[in-house]
């Protein structure tokens, strides 16, 4: 069994970085999907994470995760402010 090191351009491991901060998906499943040893995807995570195009996209994801957990905690307040609406009524009433 030959052990064979393959080379990858720099173009390509750029691109694979993008796609797993872009896509938000771990490491290991894009390892699975192009066939490439997760230790090298981690590398290359480690190392290009700091070039400029790529902190932008993580900058963007981050900004966009924290717009879905505000979207979602105002649908959570929205909710709970129904919920009290509703008791506010029902104890108004008056049962006798």
Same mark, same amino acid.
């Given at each position: 069994?030959? /052990?064979?090191?393959?080379?990858?351009?720099? $173009?390509?491991?750029?691109?694979? %970085?993008?796609?797993?901060? #872009?896509?938000?998906?771990?490491?290991?499943?894009?390892?699975?999907?192009?066939?490439? /040893? #997760? /230790?090298?995807? *981690?590398?290359? %995570?480690?190392?290009?994470?700091?070039?400029?195009?790529?902190?932008?996209?993580?900058?963007?994801?981050?900004? $966009?995760?924290? %717009?879905?957990?505000?979207?979602?905690?105002?649908? $959570?307040?929205?909710?709970? /402010?129904?919920?009290?609406?509703?008791?506010? *009524?029902?104890?108004?009433? $008056?049962?006798?």
């Amino acid at each position: 069994m030959t /052990n064979k090191q393959r080379r990858y351009e720099e $173009d390509f491991k750029l691109q694979t %970085v993008r796609y797993i901060l #872009e896509e938000a998906k771990s490491v290991a499943q894009v390892a699975r999907e192009l066939k490439i /040893n #997760e /230790n090298t995807l *981690h590398g290359w %995570v480690k190392k290009y994470k700091q070039e400029p195009e790529i902190s932008e996209t993580q900058t963007f994801r981050s900004e $966009d995760h924290e %717009v879905r957990e505000l979207k979602k905690r105002i649908r $959570d307040l929205e909710e709970e /402010n129904s919920i009290l609406k509703k008791a506010k *009524h029902f104890f108004a009433k $008056d049962h006798r």
